[in-house]
């Protein structure tokens, strides 16, 4: 058996963690605090085993037609993939030669840097704090710019992301995860008709309550998208993911109440933290980037929270070791969380 030399010296991406204990203030991995749609439940209630004993739709053409349907496009120009994660691998393998290089935005979305070890080529971060129109370092064949960015949740004007495509000459996917809680998105620079080389790329995870069902999307010039659906596997997402993803995408009316009540939250749980002293990033998404007052330390705060069965997420390093990465749960959660803090500051 032989494990190859890339693979050998790869540092697997760390997902957040999953707890056991269903006690814990769960806060670390930008799930969405509120049920998906109850239309899911009644396509699992209604679901015919028989679709199992079958091969799903490997196009996904109903869940296809309808993301066109409501993005104003053509199902030509949409893409599904078991998660965004894996459209992110499939544009790794079809937009990026050996000799060349996978950029983002530093910090960011940290599976990026592990994909590109993947796939055996260079990782280039252009820091977020750059001066100046942000440019990708040569030799960069595809971009991935994080907009709403994490773990900031600082949202970029679109008229940065359009000036940097245009000069851009590789593929650019601006991955929305969090676009849905965002002032606004990237969608027309990628449905544009002389639009060559945007990709906007969204999910089912945040948004949509549905991380455990694993369906992300994106929308992209047709050449692009067929090069996609030309490297995938056969069977990318699963019958059951389909049909629930449809009915959760159909569900408007939820869909827009979920994302209200979460942007809600959080402008009281950012002022919240301010008024204790606490620096907060500027967030679009459902996750606030925050510096405590000193003397605290994030890393402190985040292992005594963990104690206490209250989960956040910490990065250690240079860019982002000062912060905590907070998700937006429900008012009861981040109530639970800011009494924690108060007592702890007083300890
Ligand atoms: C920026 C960003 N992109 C993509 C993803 C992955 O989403 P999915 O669950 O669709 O794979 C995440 C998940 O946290 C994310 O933060």
Not at 76 to 82: A, L, M, Q, W
Not at 278 to 288: H, I, Q
Request: with cysteine; net charge positive.
């Amino acid at each position: 058996m032989r494990i190859t030399k890339s693979v050998q010296k790869l540092e697997a991406y760390v997902p957040g963690e999953q707890p056991k204990s269903p006690n814990v203030v769960k806060l670390n991995t930008n799930e969405n605090a509120y049920p998906p749609s109850p239309a899911c439940a009644e396509v699992l209630k209604g679901f015919d085993l028989d679709r199992l004993r079958r091969y799903p739709d490997p196009n996904f053409s109903a869940l296809r037609a309808a993301i066109a349907k409501q993005c104003r496009t053509v199902p030509e120009r949409v893409f599904v993939g078991n998660g965004s994660d894996e459209i992110l691998a499939v544009a790794a393998k079809a937009f990026v030669e050996n000799d060349e290089k996978i950029g983002s935005l530093d910090p960011s979305y940290s599976l990026y840097k592990t994909l590109a070890a993947i796939r055996d080529v260079e990782w280039s971060g252009t820091p977020v704090s750059a001066p100046g129109a942000r440019h990708a370092a040569p030799g960069t064949s595809l971009f991935l710019w994080t907009n709403p960015n994490a773990p900031t949740g600082v949202l970029t004007p679109k008229e940065e992301i359009a000036a940097f495509a245009k000069t851009f000459k590789g593929v650019v996917i601006v991955d929305e995860a969090y676009a849905d809680f965002a002032r606004w998105n990237c969608l027309e620079l990628a449905t544009a008709k002389d639009n060559r080389n945007v990709i906007v790329m969204r999910t089912f995870s945040k948004s949509y309550s549905l991380a455990g069902l694993r369906v992300g999307y994106c929308i992209g010039p047709e050449d692009l998208v067929e090069a996609l659906y030309k490297v995938k596997d056969s069977y990318n997402v699963d019958a059951i993911a389909q049909a629930v993803a449809l009915a959760a995408y159909q569900d408007r009316t939820y869909h827009r109440k979920t994302v209200a009540a979460v942007v809600k939250t959080r402008k009281a749980f950012s002022k919240a933290l301010a008024k204790r002293g606490w620096d907060v990033l500027p967030s679009d998404a459902n996750f606030v980037f925050a510096k405590p007052p000193a003397p605290a330390r994030a890393a402190d705060l985040f292992a005594t929270l963990k104690k206490r069965e209250i989960f956040v997420r910490y990065f250690p390093g240079p860019l982002t070791g000062d912060r905590l990465r907070i998700t937006i749960g429900t008012d009861e959660q981040m109530a639970t969380l800011l009494a924690a803090l108060d007592e702890m500051a007083q300890a």
